[in-house]
């Protein structure tokens, strides 16, 4: 048996691979070795097969578990038992037992295959866009550029030159999947794949649009506008449905996923629809009362702080804080008040700070005189 390639290796990826990593790779290298695309040339036929028996493995994820696991024995009963009947000395089928297994599993040992020329859902493609926290909390309307696949306005997704059809497979008679029996040393055995001559595709394009190169698509460079919603959330995703990548043979588009990145405030924190921040006051405040200038998103307010308010107080601003997601009503603003101490005073200043001090008794500080009684 001659010496394999690992399929990671035929198709330039690394083991890992996502499926649309996969996916890539083949439809690249099935376009390059195509036969339609290198006439006569026996090295690319062969290049050709190579490819799509390693996406026939990879693409399954049962069959790329066992290959990650076993390697070519994993997925080839074939591969290293040699040719003839075996220890069994051959002559039992087992193409009536893969009917069997076909009844319960659809198609064979290596399951049914979906039809090729069924229609089918264009990819998702996820973006992200980035706002402030005014945004999130309002709302607002942002552009997005991305890349996807759409039909090609030349062949209208065909793959076929202008004026041309593709031709009906005749290995496969348009399924995508041929029956192959291989000599294993329990006997002979019967499976479903690709077939080899059309790729799967179950068509066969002789002159394929000039345009997209036979693959009906083409990658366009497109600005989205999109609504952000108010109240929306750092990390929350929008779905625009039809948005995606084309479908295939008449299939809906995928959706554009748009995940939005919220920047932070310099002063404002958000917990749900929630708002806190942190009021700096002074030392005469505190002790006196004030009216307050409090900024919200909304813009200031005004708040009253009565005589003797403590650093760390928290009041509430009802229905400051941001709109309900898709719903009604707001959250609250949340301030904690921290009393800010002067750092530079001069001689008379503290003189006459101390002056005060002394007229003050230890009823004023009951906090403090509770601390230094315990032990």
Do not use: W
Request: overall charge positive.
């Amino acid at each position: 048996m001659a010496e394999k390639r690992d399929y990671y290796e035929v198709l330039g990826i690394q083991k890992g691979a996502s499926e649309d990593e996969i996916k890539k790779a083949y439809k690249k290298l099935a376009r390059k070795y195509h036969p339609d695309m290198n006439p006569g040339d026996k090295e690319a036929e062969e290049k050709f097969k190579e490819v799509n028996e390693a996406n026939e493995v990879l693409s399954d994820p049962e069959k790329k578990a066992r290959y990650d696991q076993f390697g070519f024995a994993g997925v080839d009963p074939n591969y290293g038992a040699g040719a003839g009947g075996g220890a069994y000395g051959g002559g039992f089928d087992f193409g009536d037992l893969g009917d069997i297994f076909g009844s319960f599993f659809g198609g064979g040992f290596g399951g049914q295959r979906r039809n090729p020329n069924a229609p089918q859902r264009g990819e998702s493609i996820r973006a992200s866009v980035s706002i402030s926290f005014t945004e999130a909390a309002f709302g607002c309307e942002k552009s997005v550029t991305i890349e996807r696949s759409e039909q090609c306005p030349t062949c209208k997704g065909s793959g076929c030159a202008p004026g041309t059809t593709p031709e009906i497979c005749p290995d496969c008679h348009g399924s995508g999947t041929v029956q192959t029996r291989r000599q294993t040393p329990m006997g002979v055995f019967a499976s479903n794949g690709p077939c080899r001559k059309c790729g799967g595709t179950g068509r066969l394009i002789h002159q394929p649009c000039s345009d997209c190169r036979g693959s009906g698509a083409v990658r366009k460079r497109r600005t989205i506008k999109v609504n952000i919603p108010a109240g929306i959330d750092h990390g929350q995703t929008i779905s625009l449905r039809g948005q995606g990548g084309a479908g295939k043979n008449g299939g809906p588009a995928g959706d554009l996923l748009i995940t939005v990145m919220v920047q932070p405030h310099e002063i404002f924190r958000r917990d749900g629809v929630d708002v806190f921040c942190e009021a700096p006051i002074t030392f005469t405040q505190a002790v006196l009362g004030a009216e307050l200038e409090i900024p919200t998103i909304d813009g200031k307010v005004k708040y009253s702080i009565p005589e003797g308010t403590q650093t760390g107080t928290v009041f509430r601003l009802k229905g400051k804080g941001v709109p309900v997601l898709n719903g009604r009503g707001r959250g609250d603003q949340y301030v904690t008040v921290v009393i800010e101490t002067p750092r530079s005073l001069n001689k008379e200043q503290k003189e006459a700070l101390r002056r005060f001090s002394e007229t003050l008794g230890e009823n004023n500080y009951e906090k403090r005189k509770s601390f230094f009684k315990k032990k």
